[in-house]
């Protein structure tokens, strides 16, 4: 139990670290100016995301004690983080439209269309009585009793299939969307509307171990974006 809180804790910390990077984007652009006054607007801004996440942290933990524990109350938090996430993309992006580079929205498109196909299309004509694990982190404790790599399996795959989109995302818009914040959230997002359409056309089994796994991978393809970036300014490549 204790590495399952250890665990949760980091999650929670990451996702809010990246929710309020996107916020403190989207308040750089609708202000548009620096003043004299603007980092304590900001820390202001920043202040106000903390304590409103607290709070709906602390309202799910008690919502989900109050209905015994059940796992489907983590499910609706992730699907309000989804909603809020899409307006501030949506409302982000289309401030910086004029800055998207084709190239990378390519790649990001290919990558997209190949995980649709793997995930869904692949399996049309076999569909599966209705499947879904809601319980976090369950592989990772399995693994943990039974000293076996064997239970994590599947979410290492899901890892990896997710190292494109954290290295191919930021490529769509490198001025606005290069921010660990938009990868992590990014990340959240697809996954769970991947993972929500297996559940709706019972193509799939609808795992939120899934949706963790991709968005570790989302943060490992961002962190080698970072790295190759890194290099390329080294070598004076770009």
Known sequence: MSVYIILAAILLVAVGGALIQAVNALFVQERCYYHHHYQRDLFVVDIVVILMYLILIGVIAMVYILFGYDPLILYFAVGMLVVLTIALFARYLSAHRDTIDPKGLALFLVWFGVVLYLTLFSRLGTKQATQYLITPFEGLMQALAQRSLQPVEHDFLNLLLFVPFGYFFP??????????????????????????????????????????????GAIVGYGIYCLMRQIRRNWKLE
Do not use: W, Y
């Open 171 to 216: 490529k769509i818009n490198p001025h606005c969307l290069s921010r660990f914040g938009f990868a992590l959230l990014g990340g959240i997002v697809t996954s769970t509307i991947i993972e929500g359409s297996q559940r709706v056309t019972h193509l799939g089994m609808c795992d939120i171990d899934d949706i963790i796994a991709n968005s570790l």
